[in-house]
Each structure stands twice: as structure tokens, then as C-alpha cells.
T-cell receptor
Framework: DAKTTQPNSMESNEEEPVHLPCNHS???????IHWYRQLPSQGPEYVIH???SNVNNRMASLAIAEDRKSSTLILHRATLRDAAVYYC???????????FGAGTRLTVKP | DTGVSQNPRHKITKRGQNVTFRCDPI?????LYWYRQTLGQGPEFLTY????????KSRLLSDRFSAERPKGSFSTLEIQRTEQGDSAMYLC???????????FGQGTRLTVV
């Protein structure tokens, strides 16, 4: 299975941008890069995904390195409600399997 | 449709008893996944279904675990002869085969005493 590496924890100040990094050096050509987040006492929630090009949606932006061996989830203005564990996942384009790592716990300070 | 529904939300059982959890996915979703999550860890993949077919099972899914998805609708996860190590949050997710966004339920928290 392709694996991802994320920092265990990060801190941010409210209303500032947050850049959450993810390394995935063993990514294959058919793997999509997905980000989910999990708020306390809830199931994971989809954030964004991409294959090669950078992606934007209402929640966040995803910047993918040219060699696809790393990516960065960007929250443009962190709010207290963004405090969660953020998971970077490689999802096989053929089987759609999803395997989670330990994620990054984001703390947002007021 | 209110999303993925899991029942019960909490279950306390004595060691050695059998338990069964239910997951109702979003109605048109073909794929259904089961995960287990312990405190401080990310969700661990257990198994997934495409319609009624169980396509993959993790090595984590011992012989005491069985999952079904009759008629490709709701799914059940049964644990026989529960052990204290089975205490965890059991999460269900569903998605369409041709899309990549998965929707998770709120989970069933199992405590084995």
C-alpha cells in the first residue's frame, strides 16, 4: 500500500492561513490524493482531492508538487471550527481503497 | 437523504458476547466501507463492499468478525465472542463507485467490559 507521512501536530492562529504538508514518495500514477478531516466525536469528513493539478473548493486548496511526491492542504483563513485531525490519503484510482494514517492534529488558537 | 446512519451509537457488552452493528448508507451508493478506530489513531480499514459483493477484507478482520450487505443496501458487522481489544469506534462509509468522495457515519462506539 502507498503510504503518506504527515506531522503529528500543528498550531495556527485564528484567521491566518494554514499549510498542512503531506509526503507520499511512493505514489503511483493511478493514486488520487485525498484529504479528510475528523472533528472530535465525529466520523471523517471529505475536504478535497486531486490527481495532478492544484484544486480549489469552498473548504480549502490543494497544492500538488510537480513530481506528485508531496502535497499541501491550504486553509486560507483558519477558524476555531477548523480544529481537527487532518488525514492525507492516497486512493487507488482502480480499486478506490482508502487507507488512513495517523493524520495531523491542527490546533487553532484564538 | 440524511447521510450515512449507524446504529447503535454506543454499545457496552460483556466479554464473550456477540454484537451486531448496522450501517445504512446513502441510498444510491454502491460502495460501503467498514473501519475501526481506537483512541488517538486514524481509522483502520476492515472491509468494503461493492453492491452486495465483499471485495476485500483486511487481515485485521479475524474469524470472529463477519460483515454482510444483503441486496446491496444496508450492511451489518458482527463480532462474535468479543474481547476487550475489540473496544473501539466502528465507522461505516459509503460512496459511488465512479466518484471519489466518501461519506462517513458518526460511528458505533463499542466498549467490552
Amino acid at each position: 500500500d502507498a503510504k503518506t507521512t504527515q506531522p503529528n501536530s500543528m498550531e495556527s492562529n485564528e484567521e491566518e492561513p494554514v499549510h498542512l504538508p503531506c509526503n507520499h514518495s511512493t505514489i503511483s500514477g493511478t493514486d488520487y490524493i485525498h484529504w479528510y478531516r475528523q472533528l472530535p466525536s465525529q466520523g471523517p469528513e471529505y475536504v478535497i482531492h486531486g490527481l495532478t493539478s492544484n484544486v480549489n473548493n469552498r473548504m480549502a486548496s490543494l497544492a500538488i508538487a510537480e513530481d506528485r511526491k508531496s502535497s499541501t492542504l491550504i486553509l486560507h483563513r483558519a477558524t476555531l471550527r477548523d480544529a481537527a485531525v487532518y488525514y492525507c490519503i492516497l486512493r487507488d484510482g482502480h480499486t478506490n481503497d482508502m487507507r488512513f494514517g495517523a493524520g495531523t492534529r491542527l490546533t487553532v488558537k484564538p | 437523504d440524511t447521510g450515512v446512519s449507524q446504529n447503535p451509537r454506543h454499545k457496552i457488552t460483556k466479554r464473550g458476547q456477540n454484537v451486531t452493528f448496522r450501517c445504512d448508507p446513502i441510498s444510491e451508493h454502491n460502495r460501503l466501507y467498514w473501519y475501526r478506530q481506537t483512541l488517538g489513531q486514524g481509522p483502520e480499514f476492515l472491509t468494503y463492499f461493492q453492491n452486495e459483493a465483499q471485495l476485500e477484507k483486511s487481515r485485521l478482520l479475524s474469524d470472529r468478525f463477519s460483515a454482510e450487505r444483503p441486496k446491496g443496501s444496508f450492511s451489518t458487522l458482527e463480532i462474535q465472542r468479543t474481547e476487550q481489544g475489540d473496544s473501539a469506534m466502528y465507522l461505516c462509509a459509503s460512496s459511488l463507485v465512479w466518484t471519489t468522495e466518501a461519506f462517513f457515519g458518526q460511528g458505533t462506539r463499542l466498549t467490552v467490559v
